[in-house]
């Protein structure tokens, strides 16, 4: 918390009330394209949706809810891309189920068959949780007879309870989503711009890129919205349309989520200074905005476009296909899941280029270009051995990433430490499956084979996997490669050079700072086999993971296992 003296240095108490250029008092509320203010007031929000806006309310009312015996179910907004055995890994849209929330940033969760800790800030809790427990819990229906209209009766009204709920939530959630916006472009980016000897209008557009744009689409959107909802009777509420109308509004969205990277980096370098950190906090007091950091609240942008497709997946679960809404709210859902779709790939494969940085940093005697030049996702990694013309077989550990495949040998003392010996080019290279028995070119016997051939040389490479299921993953991982490839050039998907070069700076001043013993890196908290109840105080994520692309305000990664986990081949296992 900032003390008032330091808050006083840049404002005096009467700057409280913002002054307009006409000398009038400027109002703070809310107002629309026409004119007119908006219907609620933050107070309005708070007592109306305590959670909403309060830190710490969703935590305790699904604390109380799981103490209560229910089942409390959530929805990842995101991949978990993890390399630590005691984190959960999942994908966008995956269900966890949340069996602890006592930790703020690290809930206790299982996702198929295992459990274990995952951030919390990458997930969207399910709106009607009492879903689960009805259907988990058996049915007596030929213990006892029930009268087939008042069955219905009930579960049509209970079916309407559950759609109201989706709506509220939406609405509820829309309404807090512009209180947040409107706090940016008037608590934050409004001072900064009056402040000029701190901040250059690059700065500003790098911080903040098109947020203003966004709040004036979303109030937009908002009042449209609030046109279409049904106040007495929710569940009729027809939205979809406006989601349709709307659709290629969002598409502001990808501008944004294009610029956060680079707005994180730009904000964490002016934190350094302590002149800064007690601006923004000034900022936020002055606005009487809810304890939640300014790279928090420039996250809110990138969560909420996630969060639609999951949104509106609930509300047309819960909309019956006579519903005149039905077929609206299914369109949208699936306009709302391309566009979040495009973002999250951006997200995973910018973590993916943090990852690549640290492993080629790893690697001993690396020769060429940076993996990075040509490269952005790892699709697979294994031992394969690999045969010359002369019939020598080489054991070889290979990763194979978009338009490359990586060779490395293991050190024969230190089987994590591996050395570089080669690489080539998907690109020029074609795929042939080689049956078991007396290859013909080779004159070899051969088993679980298969061969990379350049389209442009005579260069051929032949390859034998342990066993007939690893070469079935290698032959599926290089058409999936092919696959990506077309994908990313079709969606433009491109990761900027500055954004490259980051990464391997950073991963270089980490590799740096690491002992050549390796005998000062972290290690992994010895396995436990409590309740998380019992154990969450010694095994719980202590440290924030740092999310290097949409993450200041994410929950930060531990300290990197990679070192010590290097030999499982699987640094980059969701």
């Avoid at 015996?69 to 966008?92: I, P, Y």
């Avoid at 940033?105 to 009492?130: H, I």
């Avoid at 690491?514 to 019992?534: E, F, I, M, R």
């Amino acid at each position: 918390m900032v003390a008032r003296g330091e808050i006083a240095r840049f404002w005096s108490l009467e700057s409280l009330h913002m002054v307009s250029s006409d000398g009038g008092t400027e109002s703070s509320a809310l107002v629309d394209d026409n004119g007119s203010e908006e219907d609620f007031s933050y107070e309005e929000l708070c007592q109306a949706n305590p959670r909403y806006l309060q830190p710490g309310g969703e935590q305790l009312a699904i604390n109380e809810l799981i103490s209560d015996g229910s089942v409390v179910c959530a929805e990842a907004l995101w991949d978990h891309v993890t390399m630590d055995d005691q984190e959960l890994g999942f994908k966008a849209g995956d269900v966890i189920q949340v069996l602890e929330a006592s930790n703020k940033d690290w809930w206790w969760g299982r996702n198929e068959d295992k459990e274990a800790w995952f951030p919390a800030s990458f997930v969207r809790l399910r709106v009607n949780q009492e879903e689960l427990s009805e259907n988990s819990s058996g049915t007596h229906g030929e213990e006892q007879e029930e009268d087939t209209n008042t069955s219905h009766h009930k579960h049509s009204e209970n079916k309407h309870q559950m759609r109201t709920n989706v709506i509220q939530e939406i609405m509820n959630t829309e309404r807090v989503y512009i209180k947040h916006l409107k706090d940016i472009c008037e608590g934050y980016i409004r001072q900064c711009r009056k402040h000029t000897g701190m901040f250059t209008v690059a700065q500003l557009a790098t911080i903040f890129g098109n947020i203003e744009d966004i709040y004036k689409f979303q109030r937009k959107f908002l009042k449209d919205l609030e046109k279409q909802y049904n106040k007495e009777e929710p569940h009729l509420s027809e939205i979809g349309s406006c989601f349709l109308q709307h659709q290629e509004g969002f598409a502001i969205y990808s501008e944004y989520c294009n610029n956060h990277p680079g707005a994180c980096v730009e904000l964490s370098n002016l934190m350094k200074q302590g002149k800064y950190r007690h601006f923004f906090e000034a900022c936020r007091l002055l606005q009487q905005m809810i304890d939640i950091a300014l790279d928090g609240f420039l996250l809110t942008p990138v969560q909420k476009i996630c969060k639609y497709p999951l949104q509106l997946a609930e509300l047309l679960k819960y909309t019956t296909q006579e519903h005149s809404d039905y077929n609206n709210i299914k369109a949208a859902y699936e306009a709302m899941k391309n566009v979040a779709c495009l973002i999250n790939e951006r997200k995973r494969k910018l973590e993916s280029v943090d990852k690549i940085a640290r492993w080629q940093v790893s690697i001993v005697g690396w020769e060429g270009l940076d993996i990075l030049d040509r490269s952005s996702e790892l699709i697979h990694s294994g031992e394969l051995t690999k045969i010359t013309k002369q019939g020598k077989s080489q054991q070889r550990t290979f990763f194979l990433f978009d338009h490359q495949l990586v060779s490395c040998k293991k050190d024969l003392l230190r089987r994590d430490m591996l050395y570089y010996k080669g690489r080539m080019d998907m690109d020029e290279m074609e795929l042939v499956d080689v049956e078991d028995g007396r290859d013909k070119d080779w004159n070899l016997n051969v088993r679980n084979a298969f061969k990379l051939v350049s389209r442009t040389t005579d260069e051929v490479h032949l390859f034998c996997a342990k066993k007939q299921e690893d070469k079935a993953k290698w032959l599926q991982a290089c058409a999936d490669e092919r696959r990506r490839v077309q994908e990313d050039q079709e969606m433009g998907m491109e990761i900027s050079e500055n954004q490259k070069k980051l990464a391997m700076l950073n991963a270089q001043k980490a590799g740096q700072g690491k002992s050549k013993d390796y005998s000062g890196c972290p290690v992994a908290p010895p396995h436990q086999n409590l309740h998380p109840l019992h154990q969450r105080h010694i095994t719980v994520p202590t440290s924030i993971p740092q999310q290097q692309v949409f993450a200041l305000a994410e929950p930060k990664r531990k300290p990197s296992l990679f070192w010590h986990t290097f030999h499982k081949l699987a640094p980059f296992r969701k």
